[in-house]
């Protein structure tokens, strides 16, 4: 009768051992996956920093925060989904991302260089789920626009709801 016993707390040992196994393998294959998608995104977004965006596709003035450098005040809808704000358009730095520039593009990805320090609320509206790739080191970029559009932007960023911003510290 012992042995029965016996043989019984060996066998569910065995079996509660192997369970163990199992979810601890899998508790493992998922934090790598997690680490490889992780390594993934980071390759893309690099990639995704080095796509040049002609200067053709944006609609730029002179600039409100100097008048030597542009802002940029439209994109062209046939252009990119994936966006590179460059430093200077030909010759001119841009600073300034004005009212609804990018508004209602369905963009995907916009890289953002150190040069932009103000950008309108209203700038990026109606591209939701959008990701922001911000290569600004020293200062942080600043929202600038009514009160009234500050408040109604409220929960965005620049006018995109859901938006993902890394920024390059």
């Known amino acids: 009768m012992k042995k029965n016993g016996f043989i019984t707390s060996a066998l569910l040992y065995g079996i509660l051992s192997l369970f163990l196994i199992l979810i601890l393998g899998t508790v493992s294959i998922l934090a790598s996956r ?3 998608n992780d390594k993934i995104k980071e390759s893309v977004l690099n990639d995704v920093q080095k ?20 802002q940029i005040t439209g994109y062209d809808s046939t252009c990119e989904k994936t966006v590179y704000i460059p430093t200077t358009i030909y010759g001119q730095i841009v600073d300034y991302i004005g009212p609804n520039a990018f508004s209602n593009k369905k963009l995907i990805n916009v890289t953002i260089e150190s ?15 959008l990701v922001f790739y ?22 965005t960023t ?12």
Do not use: M
Not at 158 to 169: K, L, S, V
């Open 34 to 36: 997690k680490l490889a």
């Open 51 to 70: 796509i040049q965006t002609s200067p053709k596709c944006f609609e730029t003035e002179t600039s409100p925060l100097d008048s030597n450098n542009l």
């Open 115 to 129: 040069t932009i320090k103000q950008i309108h609320v209203t700038a990026f509206n109606n591209n939701d789920n």
């Open 134 to 155: 911000i290569r600004n080191t020293q200062d942080k970029i600043k929202g600038v626009g009514t009160d009234e559009e500050i408040e109604a932007a409220e929960g």
């Open 158 to 169: 620049w006018g995109a709801y859901n938006a993902t911003i890394n920024w390059d510290d």
